[in-house]
């Protein structure tokens, strides 16, 4: 069982490129969402989505874009990459609904360097 | 819009100690999940507890136990026989379950166990 897959792990990048950050997961979970992790702030959503089809911006979607056309997979887009999306990126996954308390599943995150 | 408080950001213990990580949550909402997730130095997010809010009696796992006090919107780790490697950054995290499922992570408290 893989879990939550992301690629790549490292990535470095000049300014005004665009990549796209892979997620893939085979847990059939419903939710799934990136986060991007910078010192001293935690864990801050991007986008999220709760199934295929539908998606929803977090707390920082500016400048990436997402798309969920399975449920598996859940890529990541910088459109056009500036120095302050230098950061550590993660991909989760969870079930939905009521019952006990479903945690999520994370990658094991892509470090992106911007130059 | 709910938000999530950890106001130690590093905190240290000595082995075989105890120690309390702070949580604190602002919310309107009256069914959520709590969570307590690890990151050691690998970057892997690891759970470590849950809580679901309409719960009352505090979880535990193992050396891992929880203070959840809903009036006062509070949610403490605390770990017991503190071990090496307990060492790492420990996130507090929020998952509505009403209506979008978003799951909103604290900023993190690193925790040293000295020996």
């Known amino acids: 069982n893989a879990g939550v897959t992301q690629t790549p792990k490292f990535q470095v990048l000049k300014t005004g490129q665009s990549m796209t950050l892979q997620c893939a997961q085979d847990?059939?979970?419903?939710?799934m969402s990136w986060y991007r992790q910078d010192p001293g702030m935690g864990l801050r959503l991007i986008h999220y989505s709760v199934g295929a089809g539908i998606t929803d911006q977090g707390e920082v979607p500016n400048g990436y874009n997402v798309s969920r056309s399975t449920t598996e997979d859940f890529p990541l887009r910088l459109l056009s990459a500036a120095p302050s999306q230098t950061s550590v990126y993660f991909c989760a996954s969870s079930y939905l609904g009521q019952g006990p308390g479903q945690p999520q599943h994370f990658g094991d995150g892509t470090r992106l360097s911007i130059l | 819009a709910q938000t999530v408080t950890q106001s130690q950001p590093e905190m240290s213990v000595q082995e075989a100690e105890t120690v309390t990580l702070s949580c604190t949550y602002d919310?309107?909402?009256?069914?959520?999940?709590l969570f307590w997730y690890k990151q050691p130095p690998s970057r892997q997010m690891i759970l470590v507890i849950r809580q679901e809010a309409y719960k009352q009696q505090n979880a535990t796992e193992n050396r891992f136990s929880v203070n959840f006090q809903k009036a006062a919107k509070s949610f403490s780790l605390k770990i017991s026989d503190s071990q090496l490697g307990d060492a790492a950054m420990y996130f507090c995290?929020?998952?509505?379950?009403?209506?979008?499922?978003?799951?909103?992570f604290g900023t993190g408290t690193r925790l040293k166990v000295l020996a």
């Open positions: 995290a929020y998952r509505s379950e009403s209506g979008t499922y978003k799951y909103i």
């Open positions: 847990m059939n979970h419903e939710y």
């Open positions: 919310t309107s909402e009256s069914d959520y999940y």
